[in-house]
């Protein structure tokens, strides 16, 4: 059990600072409609760590992620990291639903990941269209000051944003996923060829 419990916090260490090396890294590409928001690719090993090890360890990154941003590049407003905790942990959220539709444990590989990608979409963009709805509004560090009539043209536009950020993240997510898992598989199988062997 100490064993295990160990690999598990060296696993979650060393996913956590593949997303924090990949949030600070210079990979950026501003959203067209809206320059203000980067296409990243730090949230694709979060997405790996759930599947590979389940929601707490997605979500124990995605804090830690936070934490880190928070303390060395909160962006143009002191409160950024936390839209960004949200909009992940909503599809962390849709991507775990998926995984527990019983009927979907099986062979077929095109229907799970379908329906992890788009219930990770509409959660994310569900939940973070009614946080900016709510917050934008309210003066820094919480929102922009901005005005009814400037925040619902808006809504769309990042809602869009966060549905294409999603429909590459959770596809790559899952292939890393399933990649580490067949890695995995074949190291303990020749761990244990070679324990075999010496008995």
């Keep these: ?6 690999r598990l ?3 979650t260490a060393l996913f956590t600072a593949l997303t924090l090396a990949l949030n600070l890294s ?3 590409i501003p959203f067209p409609l809206a320059p203000f928001l980067y296409y990243q690719i730090w ?6 760590a ?5 929601l707490k360890v997605g979500v124990i990154i995605t804090l830690i992620n ?8 909160p962006g143009a407003l002191p409160t950024g990291p936390f839209y960004n905790m949200v909009a992940v942990l909503s599809m962390l959220l849709g991507v775990t639903l998926a995984s527990r539709i019983k009927h979907l444990a099986s062979s077929e590989r095109v229907l799970p990941l379908l329906l992890s990608t788009f219930l990770g979409v509409v959660s994310r963009v569900v939940v973070m269209t009614i946080m900016n709805y ?13 005005p009814e009539e400037a925040i619902t043209p808006l809504l769309p536009i990042i809602g869009v944003f966060n549905a294409t950020i999603t429909l590459y993240t959770i596809p790559i ?4 996923s399933k990649a580490v898992a067949a890695k995995i598989k074949t190291l303990n199988k020749v761990a244990l060829n070679k324990l075999a062997a010496k008995l």
């Design 50 to 54: 759930l599947l590979l090890y389940g």
């Design 173 to 176: 997510g899952i292939i890393v």
């Design 1 to 6: 059990m100490a064993a295990l419990r160990s």
């Design 66 to 73: 936070t934490a880190a941003l928070i303390a060395l590049f």
């Design 43 to 48: 949230e694709i090993p979060i997405i790996a």
């Design 134 to 146: 709510a917050l934008l509004r309210y003066p820094p560090p919480i929102g922009f000051s901005m």
């Design 26 to 28: 210079p990979i950026k």
């Design 9 to 11: 916090i060296a696993t």
